[in-house]
């Protein structure tokens, strides 16, 4: 039996080097030496590459959902916390081990020959997507407008993200934070 911190401990070591390096780089045996665990252990813990990639996408989510919901929530009033969203982005483009969205890059790599990453990738957007609709719905009560307003704010907010994974900077958090406060304005005259 492989403890839950055993298993936690492969998936924090799995998810460093995926998006460091990429999954397809990086094997198993790989993981294994950098988790300082037996080949035995690694596989009775994750039968199989794609449920360790699972593991570490579900992670991913839950940081990212802690790391976007913080943002927001700390924010005032529905507007601010629209834009709290970019705020967050920039922040986290900032960070030295920033490579893009794990998700994107998971769907990169995989998504053509893996129907369950690539399906995971899709809820993961779609559960931002929802969360960007929730947050819109409050300043826009349009609920056309709204819709409208929220597709465009994630796209922004997914663009952001590649263009910083590419362009090795924050700006891009920046430029999508502006257009973004555009959009609103737009949108709620």
Known sequence: MIGPDVRAHI????DRLFYARG???VGMDEI?????????????AFPGKEQLITAVLSGRHELWERGVHGAVDSATGPRDKLLAMYDFL?????????????FINAFGELGATSPA?????????????????????????DAARASELAAQLALLAEGAQTTAAIAGTTEPAAHARRAAETLIDAATR
């Open 32 to 44: 294994r030496t950098n988790a300082g665990v037996s080949l035995k252990k690694l596989y009775a």
């Open 23 to 25: 999954i397809q780089a």
């Open 117 to 141: 990453i690539a399906e995971i990738a899709r809820e993961h957007k779609d559960s931002f997507q929802q969360f960007v609709a929730g947050l819109t719905a409050d300043v826009v009560p």
């Open 11 to 14: 998936v924090d070591v799995a």
């Open 90 to 102: 920039e922040s986290w483009f900032g960070d030295d081990t920033f490579r893009g969205c794990g």
